[in-house]
């Protein structure tokens, strides 16, 4: 069973700072990618950034030049650096993983940003 477990989230000032990560139980090398998702109060979860096991990323349009998402080496551990964070990116922020067809979800971190 795979599991993931975020960490890193709390309360951050507007233009602020933030360092998410996600432990998985089997390696980014066994997947068909990871990556953070984020859902604010009453809206839909939409998608942050995404990292394959090749490396190659990719973000949501309003996080770029903000936001960058890595992985340690040993594959098991995903990041996402926030930086210049906004009051309307409060929201609980999930990592996942596709492996086989599945995706799996961890149980997601708050955070929130306010002055």
């Known amino acids: 069973q795979v599991q993931l477990v975020e960490s890193g989230g709390g309360l951050v000032q507007p233009g602020g700072s933030l360092r998410l990560s996600c432990v998985a139980s089997?390696?980014?090398?066994?997947?068909?990618?990871m990556g953070w998702y984020r859902q604010a109060p009453g809206k839909q979860r939409e998608l942050v950034a995404t990292i394959t096991s090749g490396g190659s990323t990719n973000y949501a349009d309003s996080v770029k030049g903000r936001f960058s998402i890595s992985r340690d080496n040993a594959g098991s551990t995903v990041y996402l650096q926030m930086n210049s964070l906004k009051p309307e990116e409060t929201a609980v922020y999930y990592c996942?993983?596709?492996?086989?067809?599945?995706?799996?979800w961890g149980q997601g971190t708050q955070v929130t940003v306010s002055s």
């Open positions: 089997i390696s980014i090398f066994s997947t068909n990618g």
């Open positions: 996942y993983l596709d492996r086989v067809f599945r995706r799996y």
